[in-house]
């Protein structure tokens, strides 16, 4: 069976995510795990610093993930002290996410590390193809989330 050149590149771009997903989870790991977190728990972390007072529900929305990944999340996030929710008075079913002076602490931190990790992913390219790498990242990360969205 021949593999014609567009099943080559959908093969590559698989592997390279593969890897490079694989890799970053190995760097960011050990140090959010210091911390008290796990893989996902700093992407919403970014998300309630930026939005304090968010909702459960927004912040799923803005990150593309199940319900109750969000929730089994938090409820670590609380019990480890880097968030508080506060009942909407209106409806007891929504809660308001704060982030706490721990959490604030911890971005810190993060941010640290997420920068290191761009300049490690990042170290070769030009700052015309950072740019364009964003660029095109951004298409292929929309393409993805209105996949997501329409089919599942």
């Not at 911390?35 to 968010?54: E, Q, S, T």
């Amino acid at each position: 069976m021949e593999i014609d050149a567009t099943m080559e590149m959908a093969n590559k771009l698989v592997l390279w995510q593969r890897t490079t997903e694989k890799v970053r989870t190995m760097f960011f790991m050990p140090r959010l795990n210091a911390l008290g977190f796990n893989k996902g728990h700093f992407i919403y972390m970014f998300a309630i610093l930026a939005n304090p007072g968010i909702t459960q529900e927004k912040l799923r929305d803005l990150n593309v993930l199940h319900a109750s990944n969000i929730s089994r999340g938090l409820v670590h996030m609380e019990k480890n002290g880097y968030i508080t929710r506060e009942t909407f008075k209106k409806d007891n079913r929504t809660c308001h996410l704060y982030p706490t002076a721990k959490a604030e602490e911890a971005m810190k931190i993060i941010m640290d590390i997420t920068l290191e990790w761009y300049r490690i992913a990042t170290e070769d390219l030009t700052e015309t193809e950072q740019q364009e790498f964003h660029k095109i990242l951004g298409k292929i990360a929309k393409n993805s989330e209105n996949y997501f969205n329409l089919k599942m």
